[in-house]
């Protein structure tokens, strides 16, 4: 094959849950040298700001892959449940917290995002997020930077 390979992910939803898949697929793109980019938008911002990256949460109310009543996800309690068994799990497969995979991902060559709409929506600045963000750019701008690119929406 004699064009690049290219990846791009838009992450649009900032529960701990979700942080994972983009992160886990930016990684193994670098690591098989494909140009990786990651996008955060609208709830995926979480994820890329200071002050939420390291407390990000499981919410089991409304997810289906829990296998519970959904009277019971929304008991007292379960969310700090499902977030503690998740983060142990994690743990588990040697894997690292959000913040450190960020940091991760950001020295293998994967860019990283925020998206300017959800940024001004959020009344989040430049120096709200974490360091490793390369940018605030629009949605144009990334899909710009996206052509060619095998497109991944989490």
Same mark, same amino acid.
Not at 80 to 96: C, Q
């Given at each position: 094959?004699? +064009? +690049?390979?290219?990846?791009?992910?838009?992450?649009?939803?900032?529960? /701990?849950?979700?942080?994972?898949?983009? !992160?886990?697929?930016?990684?193994?793109?670098?690591?098989?040298?494909?140009?990786?980019?990651? =996008? =955060?938008?609208?709830?995926?911002?979480?994820?890329?700001?200071?002050?939420?990256?390291?407390?990000?949460?499981?919410?089991?109310?409304?997810?289906?892959?829990?296998?519970?009543?959904?009277?019971?996800?929304?008991?007292?309690?379960?969310?700090?449940?499902?977030?503690?068994?998740?983060?142990?799990?994690?743990?588990? !497969?040697?894997?690292?917290?959000?913040?450190? =995979? /960020?940091?991760?991902?950001?020295?293998?060559?994967?860019?990283?995002?925020?998206?300017?709409?959800?940024?001004?929506?959020?009344?989040?600045?430049?120096?709200?997020?974490?360091?490793?963000?390369?940018?605030?750019?629009?949605?144009?701008?990334? !899909?710009?930077?996206? +052509?060619?690119?095998? !497109? /991944?929406?989490?």
């Amino acid at each position: 094959m004699s +064009e +690049e390979r290219k990846l791009a992910i838009i992450c649009s939803k900032g529960s /701990l849950d979700m942080a994972y898949p983009g !992160l886990v697929l930016a990684n193994a793109a670098r690591m098989m040298g494909i140009e990786a980019d990651l =996008f =955060f938008t609208f709830w995926g911002m979480d994820i890329i700001t200071k002050d939420k990256v390291d407390h990000l949460k499981v919410v089991p109310v409304g997810n289906p892959a829990m296998h519970m009543p959904q009277f019971v996800g929304g008991l007292p309690g379960m969310t700090d449940m499902a977030t503690t068994m998740m983060k142990k799990e994690i743990e588990k !497969l040697d894997m690292p917290p959000v913040h450190e =995979f /960020l940091e991760m991902v950001h020295d293998a060559g994967c860019g990283i995002w925020a998206c300017r709409m959800a940024a001004d929506m959020m009344h989040l600045k430049r120096e709200d997020l974490v360091d490793e963000v390369d940018d605030i750019i629009g949605a144009m701008e990334f !899909l710009e930077k996206a +052509e060619g690119a095998q !497109l /991944l929406f989490i």
